[in-house]
């Protein structure tokens, strides 16, 4: 049974003051958000118009019969918490299962409360950015061994509709020697085929991995969700110049307040995107700004310009061409799915702050964010390492392998060598301090200099505690290997874990039983930062 514990989300390097702070429930941050993130949010919003239909496309999409109840929960008026990720290679990195599994837990609480709801996993299948997604990083003892799709498509098309072709058969084949055979890697190679898309891929993964647990997966990129958020795309047109003064004016508010904002803002950028009609690339689309024979001003895709009234009628008869930025994406989720409560990581919390301005103009309020889990998953000879040389996690975090080498080697140079280094260091110190105390007595500037050749004189002394250090690392080549693999573990190239490892070498060798794991420790609500011992 993996056992856990808790650290305060400051012990996790590379977050943003915006996030910490959310996190702390500071006032400076939370009054960008519009809620206190209470459990209000376990009262679902009134069900839209559209419910029936948009239960019956979630029903279409979702086939497996583990999630029978959840659809009929949604049919019965359940209310939504909804996460989601942008489709990825292989089931992307570690933190994707790790909102799912917060989304689970979430609806699980509100469903005891006697307020049911269901979790819903959304496909970010319309972004663009294939070079974001084409990858994943496995690890492999001591190395982490980087697998690529590299057919790119010729244009932007959205991620989540790349076909894949016959070139993921060899990567499916290294999946294979470095997770061995499991069911997470029977789930790989039965979703990763040749003709399927990355959205199909992916989703077809985490339903199997959260098959349990009654997970729902929906890819809204398609004509017949777009046509049910088509109110929040058109006020996007409509009011273009109205959200992007409310965007600008917020992006002030943040900086002024000491944060920072997630997107930039440019004078011509708008929230929307354009699929062209002929080769499907994705094209940002951009305001003009008004002239005399253009009072209303245009609209600029690519080298295409439009009026409004032309996109709002592409909008009418094709709606799928027309796709929300990262900013208005979570405005356009939550009309379809009226949402309780979303799941975000660091980004997305960032991104809402910013967000908030559209939910406030489009649906009259902001949904609840709460932060997903995070966690740092300990392999049992993680541990045993970690207990061997009596580290934690957080020394980790905080030393790259270099460093961690030297600390190793010089925890292990011999007592009578640790005394001896000890007892010079502390000498030197001692009578130095002595010594600077009469030349700062004699005149200030020759103070000044005698703490100049002092500080020369305690580099050295550094200098004969690293040479001791790397001459045990020559006699204990284990140090470095052991120093290597603990960073490559928790702290792989200097960021977490769950940012760059991928999440289908857990399940692989760890089943999908830690799925469940994850939900229960998920259900915990550790403020911070989770230490998971497999």
């Known amino acids: 049974m993996p056992t856990a514990d808790c650290f305060p989300i400051t012990a996790t390097p590379g977050l943003s003051r915006l996030f910490l702070d959310y996190c702390a429930g500071a006032d400076s941050a939370r009054r960008f958000y519009g809620h206190d993130g209470g459990l209000d949010w376990q009262i679902r ?31 019965q008026g359940a209310g939504v918490v909804v996460t989601g990720q942008q489709v990825g290679l292989f089931g992307g990195p570690l933190f994707t299962p790790f909102k799912a599994a917060t989304a689970i837990a979430r609806a699980r609480q509100a469903t005891a409360a006697g307020r049911p709801h269901a979790a819903i996993f959304w496909l970010a299948s319309e972004d663009h ?20 799709y590299a057919a ?12 894949l072709d016959e070139s993921i058969t060899p990567l499916i084949d290294q999946a294979w020697e470095l997770l061995g055979s499991s069911d997470a890697m029977d789930a790989l190679a039965e979703s990763y085929k040749p003709g399927r898309t990355f959205a199909q891929a992916f989703g077809d993964f985490y339903g199997k991995v959260f098959e349990s647990q009654g997970l729902l997966v929906v890819d809204a990129s398609g004509r017949d969700f777009h046509r049910l958020g088509a109110p929040v795309l058109r006020a996007a047109l409509e009011r273009a110049d109205e959200f992007h003064s409310a965007l600008v004016e917020r992006n002030g508010e943040l900086e002024g307040a000491g944060y920072h904002a997630q997107v930039a803002v440019a004078p011509q950028s708008s929230l929307l995107f354009l699929l062209d009609a002929s080769n499907h690339a994705r094209m940002a689309l951009k305001r003009q700004p008004p002239s005399p024979s253009e009072p209303l001003g245009l609209w600029q895709a690519g080298r295409q310009k439009y009026s409004t009234d032309d996109l709002v009628g592409i909008l009418d008869t094709e709606p799928e061409r027309i796709s929300p930025s990262a900013l208005l994406r979570p405005v356009f989720q939550d009309l379809l799915l009226s ?46 390492l970690l207990r061997k040389h009596e580290l934690t996690p957080e020394r980790v975090f905080s030393e790259t392998w ?31 301090e002595v010594l600077l105390n009469w030349m700062r007595s004699l005149d200030a500037g020759l103070g000044r200099s005698a703490e100049t050749a002092a500080s020369k004189m305690r580099y050295q002394m550094n200098r004969l ?13 284990s140090l470095a290997r052991h120093a290597e693999t603990l960073s490559q573990a928790l702290y792989p190239g200097g960021g977490l874990q769950e940012r760059l490892h991928g999440a289908a070498y857990y399940f692989a060798r760890h089943g999908f039983e830690l799925a469940e794991d994850l939900v229960d420790r998920a259900a915990k609500l550790c403020p911070g930062h989770t230490i998971l011992s497999l």
Do not use: C, M
Request: charged letters at 20%; proline letters at 8%.
């Open 465 to 477: 505690r690293r040479l001791s250090a790397n001459f045990q690392l020559q006699r204990e080549a």
């Open 402 to 432: 270099e460093s961690l080498a030297q600390l190793l080697a010089a925890r292990a140079v011999p007592i009578d060598g640790k005394r001896k280094l000890a007892n010079a260091g502390n000498a030197l110190d001692q009578e130095l």
């Open 45 to 75: 919003p009134p069900l839209p118009a559209h419910w029936q239909q948009l239960t019956a496309l979630l029903t279409a999409q979702n086939p497996l019969s583990s999630v029978v109840a959840a659809l009929e929960s949604l049919r």
């Open 339 to 384: 949402t309780s409560l979303t799941i975000g990581g660091p980004a997305e919390v960032a991104y809402f702050a910013q967000s908030a301005v559209l939910f406030e103009r489009i649906l009259g309020g902001t949904t609840p964010l709460q932060p997903r889990l995070s966690a740092t998953l300990i392999e049992p000879a993680i541990g045993e």
């Open 129 to 148: 950015d294939f070079a974001e997604i084409n990858h994943v990083t496995f690890p492999a003892r001591r190395e982490l061994r980087k697998l690529v």
């Open 152 to 163: 790119t498509p010729e244009t932007a098309l959205p991620v989540g509709s790349v076909v």
